[in-house]
């Protein structure tokens, strides 16, 4: 699952103004620059806010309305009438769609409320089952006798980040660790490159989880056969072809 699935997941939780700390944090800098999550955000929101307006009337039980009527100042068509600004009617003929709404309202909440938290249930075990994969290539490759490992340091723009590259010529593959990286701002991603000449070569984008961790399989490029450093700068979404934007982190293969 990519950065943007994740954000997707949490949408609806996003709706319900149910995410918190660093998730709420992640989302709201994510959101703004990702046209899917802000159609998915708007499409719930929408969801809850059409409910009642949807709703037929239902009558209440004769002894409810009387209590409800009773408090705000009518009484049955046989005994005494309060003097009242709005005609006697508005009480009576407002009183079902209002209550009906409100249920609605009330009901369609709550099973959003529940259709996210099974979100979340199936977005947790999604996370755990891509963190032993993960945690697994990251293991075999460091097993690897073939395998080359890199550390890269966090930068002036992300002083407490940190990270690692393992690759292998022989399996011609590359992963990268990070952690310790804030959320890329809105409308930005954060890009790989191999600098093996001149000039960096593009290598992979990525987002953080909300934990500022993220590993990531990188593309065999040739120039990775003799890479020299490893950099990661914060580019706009979808990356460049050349860096343009602030160096995060970076670590020499020789």
């Not at 103004?17 to 955000?41: K, N, Q, S, T, V």
């Not at 499409?43 to 002894?63: E, K």
């Amino acid at each position: 699952m990519s950065g943007d699935d994740h954000f997707l997941e949490l949408a609806p939780l996003a709706a319900l103004d149910a995410l918190d700390g660093e998730e709420a944090r992640a989302f709201a800098d994510h959101a703004p620059g990702c046209e899917d999550c802000r159609r998915e955000l708007q499409a719930f929101a929408r969801v809850s806010a059409q409910i009642a307006l949807d709703t037929a009337p239902v009558a209440p039980p004769p002894r409810l309305k009387q209590r409800v009527l009773g408090a705000v100042g009518v009484t049955t068509p046989t005994g005494p009438v309060r003097a009242m600004p709005a005609p006697q009617a508005w009480p009576t003929s407002r009183w079902p769609l209002t209550l009906a709404a409100t249920l609605a309202f009330a009901l369609g909440l709550a099973l959003m409320y529940m259709t996210a938290q099974n979100v979340g249930q199936k977005r947790h075990a999604a996370l755990l089952e891509r963190q032993i994969q993960q945690q697994a290539a990251v293991q075999e490759m460091m097993a690897d006798p073939s395998a080359h490992t890199v550390t890269l340091a966090g930068l002036p723009a992300a002083p407490r980040a940190g990270g690692r590259v393992v690759w292998s010529a022989q399996k011609k593959r590359a992963l990268l660790m990070a952690s310790g990286l804030a959320p890329a701002p809105a409308g930005k991603v954060y890009e790989v490159w191999v600098i093996a000449g001149a000039a960096p070569v593009p290598s992979g984008l990525f987002h953080v989880d909300p934990t500022g961790r993220a590993t990531v399989d990188l593309p065999w490029l040739a120039e990775t056969e003799s890479v020299k450093t490893f950099a990661v700068t914060v580019e706009p979404e979808g990356g460049t072809p050349a860096p343009t934007g602030a160096m995060v982190l970076a670590g020499s293969a020789t």
